[in-house]
């Protein structure tokens, strides 16, 4: 293609641009021809009559002649000398040969039988012999009217005037078929510019045409779920890294005790690993297909985690608040918000959990009294690799919090940090526990 093909390679648009032009030259080209001919077949025909009315009319007057002059002879001349026009030949032949003749051209006698009845052609004349009653026969000619001068001049007509059309049809044919197809061309220049792995930036359709809109569009779209796709392979290998963390932590300081410890360890990490890699990569609505969790006991999970830390975590929740998902997920999310609050209170201050819903929603939250967020930082603290300006030169990833929200949306709920007195309080938001 112009602009970003390689030599050498087949090209649709020209291979359409090349058809066009050849199909508008025929076109001129037949457009031209077919009069020609149709000219030349009722020219023909008009003769034909012509011929076949002169020779009938030849002979009625021979009948009434006869009648008036002493001999048929007699009769004949005056009838063509009556009848005669300019170019025919008019011929009487009886038993004995040739009665009377009048015109210009070369003899054409009685002919071979009915055979030369029809008028047909003969060289450049039109000829029909027509037999009358008496046993004489009426031979007429008349010159053809479309002519080898006439088809000359027809011809050379064509040639200086319809080949050039024809020729001009087709290079307009191809430069407006080039001209159409140039934004095809121009979307495939846009494609190829795009570097492989980088973002997908949208398309501009270079026309308003449907077609290239609508191919434009299609072309964004794909590219945005490329996009997508290969962001999310990217998460899902730091999500687990992350998620992993904890729990490695803790075999880590379990590895000097008991083999039970450590087995349950190792147990907590394979289910965590399998179901980060079912939300992730599945999308599964954990909120319908997973089973009967008591938020009330993940709550108190994590703080019994936590005890004897540098920081009191309290819990707040009733003996059963109830969910439908995957308990290791939602102890990996209420964990984290657990450590970011350890991380980043005060000392000697306290992190609060709490568990409590009603018929619509379960929320499970943590609340400190740490730095807070900036204004505007609570609606992007949970994109992946954004961090709150409280922890910009601490250790972290930027993916705690993103992953958290990733597994509130996969029980179908949502994740969100709101102002809590001095700090901050993030809420997982879960659709209540509901009979399937």
């Given at each position: 293609?112009?602009?970003?093909?390689?030599?050498?390679?087949?090209?649709?648009?020209?291979?359409?641009?090349?058809?066009?032009?050849?199909?508008?030259?025929?076109?001129?080209?037949?457009?031209?021809?077919?009069?020609?001919?149709?000219?030349?077949?009722?020219?023909?025909?008009?003769?034909?009559?012509?011929?076949?009315?002169?020779?009938?009319?030849?002979?009625?007057?021979?009948?009434?002649?006869?009648?008036?002059?002493?001999?048929?002879?007699?009769?004949?001349?005056?009838?063509?000398?009556?009848?005669a026009?300019?170019?025919?030949?008019?011929e009487?032949?009886?038993?004995?040969?040739?009665?009377?003749?009048?015109?210009?051209?070369?003899?054409?006698?009685?002919?071979?039988?009915?055979?030369?009845?029809?008028?047909?052609?003969?060289?450049?004349?039109?000829?029909?012999?027509?037999?009358?009653?008496?046993?004489?026969?009426?031979?007429?000619?008349?010159?053809?009217?479309?002519?080898?001068?006439?088809?000359?001049?027809?011809?050379?007509s064509?040639?200086?005037?319809v080949?050039?059309?024809?020729l001009?049809?087709?290079?307009?044919?191809?430069?407006?078929?080039?001209?159409?197809?140039?934004?095809?061309?121009?979307?495939?220049?846009?494609?190829?510019?795009?570097?492989?792995?980088?973002?997908?930036?949208?398309?501009?359709?270079?026309?308003?045409?449907?077609?290239?809109?609508?191919?434009?569009?299609?072309?964004?779209?794909?590219?945005?779920?490329?996009?997508?796709?290969?962001?999310?392979?990217?998460?899902?290998?730091?999500?687990?890294?992350?998620?992993?963390r904890?729990?490695?932590?803790?075999?880590?300081?379990?590895?000097?005790?008991?083999a039970?410890?450590?087995?349950?360890?190792?147990?907590?990490?394979?289910?965590?690993?399998?179901?980060?890699?079912?939300?992730?990569?599945?999308?599964?609505?954990?909120?319908?297909?997973?089973?009967?969790?008591?938020?009330?006991?993940?709550?108190?999970?994590?703080?019994?985690?936590?005890?004897?830390g540098?920081?009191?975590?309290?819990?707040?929740?009733?003996?059963?608040?109830?969910?439908?998902?995957?308990?290791?997920?939602?102890?990996?999310?209420?964990?984290?918000?657990?450590?970011?609050a350890?991380?980043?209170?005060?000392?000697?201050?306290?992190?609060?959990?709490?568990?409590?819903?009603?018929?619509?929603?379960?929320?499970?939250?943590?609340?400190?009294?740490?730095?807070?967020?900036?204004?505007?930082?609570?609606?992007?603290?949970?994109?992946?690799?954004?961090?709150?300006s409280?922890?910009?030169?601490?250790?972290?990833?930027?993916?705690?919090?993103?992953?958290?929200?990733?597994?509130?949306?996969?029980?179908?709920?949502?994740?969100?940090?709101?102002?809590?007195?001095?700090?901050?309080?993030?809420?997982?938001?879960?659709?209540?526990?509901?009979?399937?």
């Open positions: 293609m112009e602009g970003g093909g390689l030599r050498g390679e087949r090209s649709v648009a020209r291979r359409i641009a090349v058809a066009g032009a050849v199909v508008a030259a025929l076109t001129a080209l037949v457009s031209a021809a077919v009069p020609f001919v149709v000219v030349g077949l009722r020219l023909t025909s008009s003769d034909a009559r012509s011929v076949e009315r002169l020779a009938r009319s030849i002979e009625e007057g021979l009948g009434r002649e006869e009648r008036e002059e002493p001999t048929f002879e007699r009769a004949a001349r005056d009838v063509l000398q009556e009848t026009l300019e170019d025919a030949r008019i009487v032949w009886g038993p004995a040969g040739l009665v009377a003749a009048v015109g210009p051209g070369r003899v054409l006698g009685a002919g071979d039988g009915p055979s030369d009845a029809s008028p047909h052609r003969e060289r450049s004349r039109i000829v029909a012999r027509r037999p009358t009653a008496a046993g004489y026969v009426v031979s007429v000619a008349l010159p053809i009217s479309f002519s080898p001068a006439l088809r000359r001049e027809m011809a050379y064509f040639l200086l005037g080949v050039p059309l024809s001009l049809a087709a290079v307009v044919a191809f430069r407006l078929a080039r001209h159409g197809l140039r934004p095809l061309e121009e979307l495939a220049a846009q494609v190829e510019e795009r570097r492989p792995g980088a973002r997908w930036e949208p398309i501009d359709a270079p026309s308003r045409d449907v077609e290239i809109t609508r191919l434009a569009n299609a072309l964004n779209e794909t590219g945005a779920r490329m996009t997508s796709a290969v962001a999310a392979e990217r998460e899902l290998a730091a999500y687990a890294a992350h998620a992993l904890t729990p490695l932590t803790r075999l880590a300081a379990l590895s000097g005790g008991s039970d410890g450590i087995r349950r360890a190792v147990v907590t990490l394979q289910r965590l690993v399998d179901s980060l890699l079912l939300l992730v990569r599945t999308g599964a609505r954990l909120d319908e297909t997973g089973t009967t969790v008591n938020a009330a006991d993940v709550v108190r999970q994590v703080a019994a985690a936590h005890a004897g540098t920081r009191r975590v309290e819990v707040r929740a009733p003996d059963e608040v109830l969910v439908r998902g995957d308990e290791e997920l939602l102890l990996a999310a209420v964990e984290h918000l657990v450590d970011n350890c991380r980043y209170a005060p000392e000697r201050t306290a992190v609060t959990v709490t568990a409590e819903g009603d018929a619509a929603s379960v929320t499970l939250a943590v609340a400190d009294e740490g730095p807070g967020l900036a204004e505007g930082e609570a609606s992007r603290v949970f994109e992946p690799f954004v961090r709150g409280a922890g910009a030169s601490g250790e972290g990833s930027g993916l705690g919090l993103a992953l958290v929200s990733r597994i509130a949306q996969g029980h179908g709920g949502s994740a969100r940090a709101v102002p809590a007195g001095t700090g901050t309080r993030f809420e997982i938001v879960l659709p209540a526990w509901k009979p399937r």
